[in-house]
């Protein structure tokens, strides 16, 4: 278990009590939470977009540019994300809804792990990995394992592409509308490891705070959210989120 300074231990128990008081509670993670599962984030000193050009990459026009050259991409990061495991962070989030007090999960994360921890209650706004769609007709499908050559689709033999959502592209909009409907229950939002410069998720925790809402940050880094926070916890997720746990326990 690690060892929290003075002041983190009283962000910690300040946010157990605010978790406790509240009655609708909703969370929005980045890929800072699957950080320590090992998956890359996109921004910060090793993130993705350090190495790679996202508008070569995630852009419906790099992939009619080059649709070999994404999957080989989208390859690469399905077998990496095949070998990672749910972290602490991501199973004290499914642990929060089993015990109801966690009521949504939207998530900007493809890689799948807070379904694989057990959440259920999940809204993947940014899609899956391992979803792909036909560029033409409606088909669509699951993998069960990484591509190995650009896959067409059974039905027209057009290209298939990752049914992920990529800039410039609108996110689903019945999608949209649930997480919407949640934003609006909503009186307290945990936003864990996102950079939150990508809209339209980065205002989702806005829609709340508007209403009179609470958010807490959870992240290494400021963020352009911080500011908005009532509460800012400057930690990684998986030492964070357990904390904040056993804090909670001993309150009950
Ligand atoms: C830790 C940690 C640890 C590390 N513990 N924390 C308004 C103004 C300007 C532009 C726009 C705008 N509205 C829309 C746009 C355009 C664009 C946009 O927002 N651009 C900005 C970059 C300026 N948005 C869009 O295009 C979106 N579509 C849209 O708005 O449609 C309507 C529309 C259409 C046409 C024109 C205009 C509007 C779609 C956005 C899709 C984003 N897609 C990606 C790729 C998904 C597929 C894939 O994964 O391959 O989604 S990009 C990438 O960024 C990915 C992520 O989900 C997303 C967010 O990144 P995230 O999760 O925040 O990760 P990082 O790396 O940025 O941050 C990690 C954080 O973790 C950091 O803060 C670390 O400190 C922290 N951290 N370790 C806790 N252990
Ligand atoms: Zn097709």
Redesign the pocket.
């Known amino acids: 278990m690690t060892i929290l300074t003075d002041s983190m231990q009283d962000n910690v128990e300040r946010a157990a009590n605010l978790l406790r008081d509240a009655e609708h509670v909703i969370a929005l993670?980045?890929?800072?939470?699957s950080?320590?599962s090992n998956v890359?984030?996109?921004?910060?000193t090793d993130?993705?977009?350090r190495k790679y050009n996202?508008m070569d990459?995630?852009t419906p026009q790099a992939f009619n540019r080059n649709p070999d050259l994404v999957w080989e991409?989208?390859a690469w990061?399905q077998n990496l994300i095949a070998s990672c495991m749910p972290n602490p962070?991501h199973n004290t989030l499914a642990e929060w809804e089993r015990r109801g007090l966690l009521q949504a999960l939207i998530?900007?994360?493809?890689?799948g792990l807070h379904r694989r921890a057990g959440s259920e209650r999940v809204y993947e706004?940014?899609?899956n990995?391992w979803a792909v769609k036909c560029i033409s007709c409606d088909y669509r499908d699951r993998l069960h394992e990484p591509v190995q050559v650009t896959p067409r689709c059974p039905h027209c033999d057009e290209l298939l592409r990752?049914d992920?959502?990529?800039?410039?592209?609108?996110?689903d909009s019945e999608l949209l509308g649930h997480v919407y409907e949640e934003l609006n229950r909503a009186d307290l939002c945990l936003v864990?490891?996102?950079?939150?410069?990508?809209?339209?998720?980065?205002s989702f925790p806005l829609v709340i705070k508007n209403r009179g809402g609470i958010i807490i940050e959870?992240?290494?880094?400021p963020?352009p959210l911080t500011g908005a926070a009532d509460l800012h916890i400057d930690?990684?997720?998986?030492?964070?989120l357990p904390a904040i746990d056993r804090a909670l326990l001993s309150l009950s």
């Open positions: 993670t980045g890929a800072g939470i950080k320590e890359p984030t996109f921004r910060g993130g993705l977009w996202a990459l995630a991409w989208y990061r962070a998530t900007q994360n493809v890689d706004v940014h899609g990995i990752p992920v959502v990529w800039f410039g592209e609108s996110l864990v490891g996102t950079s939150a410069v990508v809209q339209p998720a980065a959870v992240n290494v880094e963020t930690g990684k997720a998986g030492e964070v």
